[in-house]
């Protein structure tokens, strides 16, 4: 067979060989795990404008806001009616907290409906009970101080800029 240099000589070449194709297979390998891609999507799903605000629910509600302001609105001027009369037994009426009724809030059965007109007309009474006081009362503001106060305030940012 072959002499012992040559055995010695072909196992080291072999081995020089494997190795140099190990170093290969692992550089080709890094390479393709460089070039991939992730397969798990994690970003977060697309949103769409019309549904992210329910209008339908929105305009249900500005609906039933905009009743309530134009039932507020009647009663008060009802209220304002009533307190401007001069009639005593009217006016004796209206402190006692009796406002008067619609034909719709009594023929009313459903209980929430009734709860909250009743709600409104409690917050109609306490509004109309603060406008009267308010034309009673005297303000406890005094215009030409804060007139006079506005004009110092004034005096001094000027004053400030000046410096700034």
């Not at 249900?60 to 009743?67: A, F, H, I, M, V």
């Not at 307190?83 to 008067?100: H, I, Q, T």
Request: proline share 5%.
């Amino acid at each position: 067979d072959l002499p012992l240099w040559q055995t010695r000589y072909r196992a080291f070449a072999m081995g020089l060989v494997e190795k140099k194709m190990q170093e290969r297979q692992d550089a080709m390998m890094k390479k393709r795990i460089d070039k991939m891609k992730p397969t798990v999507d994690n970003k977060p799903p697309p949103s769409y404008e019309h549904m992210k605000y329910n209008l339908k629910k929105q305009q249900q509600e500005d609906d039933r806001l905009t009743e309530i302001e134009r039932e507020n609105g009647i009663l008060l001027d009802k209220l304002s009616r009533i307190a401007s009369r001069k009639e005593p037994d009217k006016a004796k009426a209206l402190e006692k907290g009796a406002a008067p009724r619609s034909d719709m809030t009594m023929k009313d059965s459903n209980p929430a409906r009734k709860a909250e007109l009743q709600r409104i007309a409690e917050e109609n009474q306490q509004l109309l009970k603060r406008i009267q006081d308010a034309q009673t009362s005297k303000s406890d503001y005094n215009k030409e101080a804060l007139d006079e106060e506005f004009q110092k305030h004034e005096a001094y940012c000027k004053v400030g800029s000046k410096f700034q």
